[in-house]
């Protein structure tokens, strides 16, 4: 387990690469270049730039967290071809500094979805909370207007740019289904993984979330059965997934050990984060900890240890703990204590295995 951190680049975080550094065992940030709208050829001197920067405190830039795709390519449009050569420009770019896996989802309009980026929790921390009854009935439009209009942060697929114009997007959307957007999946990949797989590069879907439809919008990667059909869609190393618990976890019938274990060799990138499910349906992204929510957190880490899992792993979100101003799930403190917990189950599943190993020779 290759352990990396997101980092929202100079100037649009409020978290160090000193800071990063002093995480232990945290060798690679996982970076985009989040002024890039979707759709376009990343440029080199941004990429360089980055590259100077994780150089000079000794991290690698092996994962992309993301390449966003052009809604023009979900929807199926003729326009999707131009989009789609842009982007095997940028994996070629990307290539060259040596990135080895891009992260990427193909949720129509927004990117995850909550409710409440602020929720107050019982111990003074807040977190990110979904109210699934408010979601159900809720205008689009309140929802931009409460995440896209935070002034401190612009958040990754929420640019007011592409909000704009989300009327349009919702109207070209009207039509299509699950199926088509799997064929439209289908076309991106037919073009893309032969690419990614020429520059030793893993594709990453990362999972909806919520792992529900919303708005009436479709969603395709949703359970164990959805992430087996994009596997299946092109049968290749470079076609996998982000295996994200936290996302996945919103739903409690997804088994993600299971998945795990199944999925093992297509799991370039996992995100590992805990969420309390209520009755409800409501969920909020709670501590690392097994026991703080629903998801089986030292069950996920014990199947990636027994499955031989080699891939990057990031804690993905965290609380805001100790007064801390961070973008929502992106601060420091929680995500550094969910990494040394993902560390405590690993190095107790090494440890126990080197103990097994020694009673039997
Ligand atoms: C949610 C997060 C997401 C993710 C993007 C991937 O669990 O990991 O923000 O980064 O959806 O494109
Ligand atoms: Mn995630």
Known sequence: MKMVFRW???????????????IPGVEGIVWALHDVPAGEEWPMDKI???KRLADAH???????????IHDDIKLGLPSRDLYIENYKRTIAKLATVGVKTICYNFMPVFDWVRTDLYKEMEDG????????AKIADMDPMELVRKIAGNPAFTMPGWEPERL??????????RDVTEADLRSHLAYFLEQIVPVAEHYDIKMAIHPDDPPYPIFGLPRIVKNRDDIRAILDLVD????????????????????????????????????????????????????????D?????????????????????????????????????YG????????????????????????TKEAIS
């Open 164 to 173: 704009g114009k989300l009327t349009e997007l919702f109207a070209a959307y």
């Open 8 to 22: 929202y680049g100079e100037g649009n975080d409020t978290v160090t690469l000193a800071q990063i550094k002093q």
């Open 293 to 329: 929510g629903t998801v089986d957190i030292s069950g996920i880490v014990m199947a990636y240890h027994d499955t031989g899992f080699n891939g990057y792993a990031r804690p993905d979100h965290g609380r805001h703990i100790w007064d801390e101003k961070c973008r929502p799930g």
């Open 236 to 291: 290749s190393p470079s076609n996998g997934v982000t295996l994200c618990s936290g996302s996945l976890g919103a739903n409690p019938d997804n088994d993600i050990p299971a998945m795990v274990r199944e999925f093992a060799g297509r799991i370039p990138f996992a995100h590992i984060r805990n969420v309390k499910v209520y009755d409800n349906g409501d969920f909020i992204e709670t501590s690392h900890r097994t026991q």
């Open 125 to 132: 921390s807040t977190a990110l909370f979904m109210e699934k």
């Open 332 to 355: 420091l403190y929680d995500r550094a204590l969910g990494i040394m917990y993902l560390w405590g189950v690993w190095d107790a599943c090494e440890r126990s295995r080197q103990t």
């Open 58 to 68: 000794g991290f690698h830039l092996d994962v992309v967290e993301s390449v966003n």
């Open 48 to 50: 360089m730039a980055y």
